[in-house]
């Protein structure tokens, strides 16, 4: 069964220091979003991706963050200069569904511990 | 504020019993959406309830929405060991091109 896979599982970083996040969403998906969840916390929108684009951005998705997708297989999410509360699992996901948002498919995250 | 609100935040009970989740929610929405999590893994969709529905199975999974109260619910019936996670509603708002997740159920099955 096509899934989203995400890498690394875990990473550890330096205050400061830039860190990306890689996606392979699923082959067919159009649409693609990043969300993160503090440990024990909701599960917040960060970023949805449409046609090379961002469609929608949170608060949170400030000029320290950044998405690309590079090759057309790969999403990636990029901080620029990671802060102490950037540590979080960030989760990939994808969607067919164009127009109205259906189902997402998610990864199994990214835990960032930023240090 | 929060588009969606879960209830309770905890739950506890014995395998075989009947699960009820609620969710409520703030702005016109054009589907809710229901996720589990396993601790420490990805979310996994359940069930997708559109506007105009008011109700929709899965297995042992009964959703219902009433937009007239902006809330939800999810049953989970004869529920096992295995269906101890955290539950998650989301919603779309209209217009809009992500899912707002609320805070979530934790729930456990004690054998």
């Known amino acids: 069964e096509p899934e989203v896979t995400q890498t690394p599982s875990h990473q550890v970083t330096q205050m400061g220091q830039e860190v990306i996040l890689r996606c392979v969403p699923i082959s067919n998906h159009l649409y693609f979003y990043w969300y993160r969840q503090i440990l024990g916390q909701k599960v917040e929108f960060l970023v949805s991706f449409y046609n090379n684009e961002i469609s929608e951005k949170s608060e949170i998705f400030d000029d320290q963050f950044s998405v690309e997708r590079p090759d057309g297989s790969n999403f990636t999410l990029k901080i620029r200069s990671t802060k102490l509360e950037d540590s979080a699992m960030y989760f990939c996901?994808?969607?067919?569904?164009?127009?109205?948002?259906?189902?997402?498919?998610f990864g199994e995250g990214s835990r960032l511990t930023v240090l | 504020s929060q588009q969606g609100e879960e209830d309770p935040q905890a739950l506890s009970i014995q395998e075989g019993e009947n699960a009820t989740m609620n969710c409520s929610y703030k702005?016109?929405?054009?589907?809710l959406q229901w996720y589990r999590q396993n601790s420490g893994r990805g979310l996994v969709h359940l069930i997708l309830?559109?506007?105009?529905?008011r109700e929709k199975h899965s297995g042992r999974l009964r959703v219902t929405l009433d937009t007239s109260k902006k809330s939800s619910s999810l049953l989970i019936t004869a529920s096992r060991a295995a269906d101890t996670a955290s539950y998650f509603c989301a919603t779309v708002m209209q217009g809009a091109q992500k899912l707002v997740f609320g805070q979530g159920t934790r729930l456990t099955i004690n054998p």
């Open positions: 996901a994808s969607s067919v569904a164009e127009g109205e948002v259906g189902e997402l498919f």
């Open positions: 309830i559109r506007s105009n529905e």
């Open positions: 702005t016109s929405i054009n589907n």
